[in-house]
């Protein structure tokens, strides 16, 4: 059973509308991340978290906000969507101690048009 | 960026061949994962390998870490269709915070029957 779980998987969203992708793992991990992948530049981390009410900004953080409500959920949120965001988004979950191993969901594709 | 460009790769092979995907990196590092990511899937870890650890197998996957050189390789023996993925290496983005991830742009590696 998937312990990591995307919901939507698919959105096609307008331009200056707001999108919230959620993410639920039921690993028990602290640790949870949004990363957004795009062609010819990999992995990239938006936000992070290390428990419930804590986020922090990763790499490129600028145009999104993520919330963590509580251990097994987190989510990101895109205010004011922009054709640019358009990608594939990936959340993880990992042990807050350790080599840092990471359990992906299975992405979220978000078009903005 | 952590990471050098000769991480983006496209390789193409026959089954039965070996093959090998490098990784460079700047930021001194004791841990190097490798992922592999199937299409349409979110990444999954296959193998992991510490510093003092040098070469690491599982199975037909073979990983080997030099960090004087600051570099991480990958090799699989004997291709077979169904190691067709996208192999990423990430490490640690910081030392001490080892669930914060940097990966690579990934090595796209396609074998054909």
């Known amino acids: 059973e998937a312990a990591v779980t995307q919901s939507p998987r698919n959105k096609v969203a307008v331009t200056g509308g707001k999108v919230t992708l959620s993410c639920n793992q039921t690993?028990?991990?602290?640790?949870m991340y949004w990363y957004r992948q795009d062609t010819g530049h990999g992995l990239r981390l938006i936000h992070y978290s290390y428990g419930a009410g804590s986020t922090e900004k990763g790499d490129i953080p600028d145009g999104y906000k993520a919330s963590r409500p509580s251990q097994e959920n987190f989510s990101l949120i895109l205010e004011l969507a922009t054709p640019s965001q358009t990608s594939v988004y990936f959340c993880?979950?990992?042990?807050?101690w350790g080599p840092g191993q990471l359990y992906f969901g299975e992405g979220s594709k978000l078009t903005v048009l | 960026s952590q990471w050098g460009e000769e991480n983006l790769q496209a390789l193409s092979i026959q089954e039965g061949e070996d093959v090998t995907m490098n990784c460079s990196y700047k930021t001194y590092t004791t841990v190097v994962h490798w992922y592999r990511q199937d299409s349409g899937r979110g990444p999954a870890l296959i193998i992991l390998i510490r510093s003092n650890e040098r070469e690491k197998r599982s199975g037909r996957l073979r990983a080997t870490l030099d960090t004087s050189s600051q570099s991480s390789s990958l090799s699989i023996t004997a291709a077979q269709c169904e190691d067709t993925a996208v192999y990423f290496c990430?490490?640690?983005?910081?030392?001490?915070?080892?669930?914060?991830?940097?990966f690579g742009k990934g090595a796209k590696l396609t074998v054909s029957p």
């Open positions: 690993n028990n991990h602290n640790n």
């Open positions: 990430a490490t640690p983005h910081q030392q001490g915070t080892g669930s914060k991830l940097s």
């Open positions: 993880a979950s990992g042990d807050a």
